[in-house]
């Protein structure tokens, strides 16, 4: 079976640190670009950051950038996002997914797609 | 950025009724639109991608249309199991955004 569960949520102070993981299981991570996506409680969906097959290239939504960094380690088939100067409005459910795409320099070719999720984990930043 | 905004926010409907959501992006992203589905306490599913293809064991009732900044996602008859939040989602650029989202409800 296909899917991905992620871990590594809880509760951290303002200005913190935590490191969400994302196993993948039922298919090679390798050979996708992988994203994560996160939603405040109460709002809507918030693209966060994706990385490519070989973790070449990363993008990040400006909120972000510089305190987020998204890796990955094919080889344990899993996705990580190191979060750092964690701030209240970084509290949300945080959501890993395989996306069905192919960029070639900084032309997408095709896009099918966020297609796998996993089930979520919650974020919660407070003091 | 992009920006993709969505309307109405929310719609009230019966079983039986055709749904159409709207999502107008800020510029030109050819078909590069996807759609999912998101019901409480649960993870989002694909729906829609390259704006009206429809995703594997998805039913057809749900369709969708547009290209370039306007597109829709209608359901032709609602059933029970779609009363949940629709987002739309825009791929032209890199960095990726959603729309607000769409609460179909219980009329």
């Known amino acids: 079976e296909v899917q991905l569960v992620e871990s590594g949520g809880g509760l951290v102070q303002p200005g913190g640190s935590l490191r969400l993981s994302c196993a993948a299981s039922?298919?090679?991570?390798?050979?996708?670009?992988m994203t994560w996506v996160r939603q405040a409680p109460g709002k809507g969906l918030e693209w966060v950051a994706n990385?490519?097959?070989?973790?070449?290239?990363?993008y990040y939504v400006a909120s972000v950038k510089g305190r987020l960094t998204i890796s990955r380690d094919n080889v344990k088939n899993s996705l990580y996002l190191q979060m750092d100067s964690l701030r209240v409005e970084d509290t949300a459910v945080y959501y890993c997914?395989?996306?069905?795409?192919?960029?070639?320099?900084?032309?997408?070719?095709?896009?099918?797609?966020?297609?796998?999720w996993g089930q979520g984990t919650t974020v919660s930043v407070s003091s | 950025d992009i920006q993709m905004t969505q309307s109405p926010s929310s719609v009230s409907a019966s079983v039986g009724d055709r749904v159409t959501i709207t999502c107008r992006a800020s510029?030109?992203?050819?078909?590069?639109l996807a759609w999912y589905q998101q019901k409480p306490g649960k993870a989002p599913k694909l729906l829609i991608y390259?704006?009206?293809a429809l995703q594997s064991g998805v039913p057809s009732r749900f369709s969708g249309s547009g290209s370039g900044t306007d597109f829709t996602l209608t359901i032709s008859s609602l059933q029970p199991e779609d009363f949940a939040t629709y987002y739309c989602?825009?791929?032209?650029?890199?960095?990726?955004?959603f729309g607000g989202g769409t609460k179909v409800e219980v009329k």
């Open positions: 997914a395989r996306e069905q795409t192919m960029v070639r320099g900084d032309i997408r070719a095709y896009y099918y797609g966020m297609d796998v």
């Open positions: 039922g298919f090679r991570i390798s050979t996708y670009w």
């Open positions: 990385i490519k097959q070989d973790g070449n290239e990363r």
């Open positions: 510029q030109d992203i050819r078909n590069w």
């Open positions: 390259s704006a009206s």
């Open positions: 989602q825009q791929a032209n650029s890199l960095l990726l955004t």
